[in-house]
């Protein structure tokens, strides 16, 4: 069998290995996308479109520092994807609210925002904490027994799909191959020097990234890295289009650009299952219509389960092999809100062959028992 070469091979065209892979492409990279087929488990297709920010990082706040980054990148990510691909990625970046629909949730938010800022330092963090009456001001027909929420200037929201398509279209465009079907089966791993089987025929090159999603934690091994990832489950509910606009977006409901609103999210432990329990969807209706009562009126017309690439702790996995330089890994459960950081930051990096030390807390190195003891 003959082997095709490029200079950097990139495994997985979900969001991770789309926005790393036209990142390599941009800095002149010769990069070869390899994608495995259509029955695969794609966390980039079922998310909820988030680009979030206030949550991220409690107790690790150069998680918050990454995140925030990335929202930061954001806009010239989505004004250069326009320019070049012509898809709009919908981006809008109005600042987002944490509902809080009891006192004890308001009073539980409170203390974790407090702590976001204290361990912010220098960084900052602006956040407020509104109460009901005011909140009723900034998002229509909130319900009565909503107790608050907490707002950060720094949130927002974005077409997950058009911004995997503008993701894949520019790569393509800027000279990138994308190869479909072509799921990595098999491996030989040497430093600078890699060689992977798929049934789309074999590849070669001097640098790969392992980008698979819930598939690395298989080939990760492989290639002298380690990717601990499983399989967390969320349900998303979607509404017809509504007449109310609501104009911020929040952990759970967002309107779309379309004007669906968009609930969700479960967080279920059931392994690799993407089958849609009637009582969790229940349950996400409920928590919609206590916030906002008018959306019991609205008929849902789609609901989907996806599978997030979940670490240990929750937090994403950036690693560069030590075994077989040049072979680097990354995984995460936020992968909308980080393309900025993976486009332009990360993938930066990997062509210029290693990683930040500021990356250095993201190494799955964190997950060994004698680092943890
Ligand atoms: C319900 C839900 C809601 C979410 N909401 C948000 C949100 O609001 N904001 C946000 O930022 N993030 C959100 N996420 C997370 C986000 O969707 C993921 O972080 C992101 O999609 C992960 O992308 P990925 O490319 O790592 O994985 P995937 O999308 O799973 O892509 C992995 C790709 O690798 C391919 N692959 C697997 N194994 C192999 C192999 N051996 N060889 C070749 N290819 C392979 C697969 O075919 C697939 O295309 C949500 C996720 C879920 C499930």
Redesign the pocket.
Known sequence: MTTRRAEAIV?????????IALGLRDQGIDTLL?????I?????????????VQSKGLGAPWYQRWTRNSAGAWPALAADLAARTGIDTALQQPGGISLCLSEAEFEDRSRRMAQMRDEAGNFGFEYRMIRADELRDMLPGLGPTVAGGSFTPYDG?AG?LPL?RALHRAFTDAGGAYIPN????GATAAPHDFR?E?AAGAFAAPRIVL??????A??APIFGLQAPVRP?????LVTERAQTILPLPMTSI?QTAEGSIMM???QEEVGFDLTQATPVMAQIAERAVRAFPWIAELNIVRA??????MAPDGLPIYDQSERCPGAFT??????????GAHARVLAPMIAAGSLDPSLQPFSAKRFDVQNAA
């Open positions: 495994v997985g065209g979900g969001l991770v290995g789309a926005a390899l994608d495995e087929g259509d695969a488990f794609r966390a980039s297709r079922g998310n909820f479109g988030l680009v979030w929201h997950p995997l072509a799921k990595v089966a992977v798929t980008a698979a999603g819930l598939g690395n298989d080939l967390q489950k969320g349900q998303v967002r969700g999210e479960s989907w389960s996806a599978l997030r690439v990354a995984n995460c459960h936020s992968g909308v809100t980080l393309a």
